[in-house]
């Protein structure tokens, strides 16, 4: 089983950044779709980023331009780096893998806070 384990969370002031990081344990991290979720309390998970194994990315609209996700397959790391930040990007933001369409795993979360 893929274990995802997020780290890099913590509280910052809005306009500042952050880099998450999501350390995945798969022998066959190389071949995973890779993505970062958030959810805050009372709201649904919605999709950050998501990085294919082809390192192709897709953005949400409303972190476009401010975060970048990027892996590194060596380290089988993911990264989110958020910059800009703003009250409204606090969350607690999840790691998912997934293979070939199929569901793979989510990590435990991180919580990131953005003060006004």
């Known amino acids: 089983q893929v274990q995802l384990l997020e780290s890099g969370g913590g509280l910052v002031q809005a306009g500042g950044s952050l880099r998450l990081s999501c350390a995945a344990s798969a022998s066959f991290f190389a071949t995973l779709d890779m993505a970062w979720y958030r959810q805050a309390p009372g709201k649904q998970r919605e999709l950050v980023a998501s990085?294919?194994?082809?390192?192709?990315?897709n953005y949400a609209d409303s972190v476009k331009g401010r975060f970048t996700i990027s892996r590194d397959t060596a380290k089988k790391m993911v990264y989110l780096q958020m910059n800009s930040l703003k009250p409204e990007d606090t969350a607690s933001y999840y790691c998912k893998a997934t293979r070939l369409g199929q569901h793979i795993n989510w990590g435990r979360g991180t919580q990131v806070t953005v003060s006004s």
């Open positions: 990085i294919t194994y082809l390192s192709s990315t």
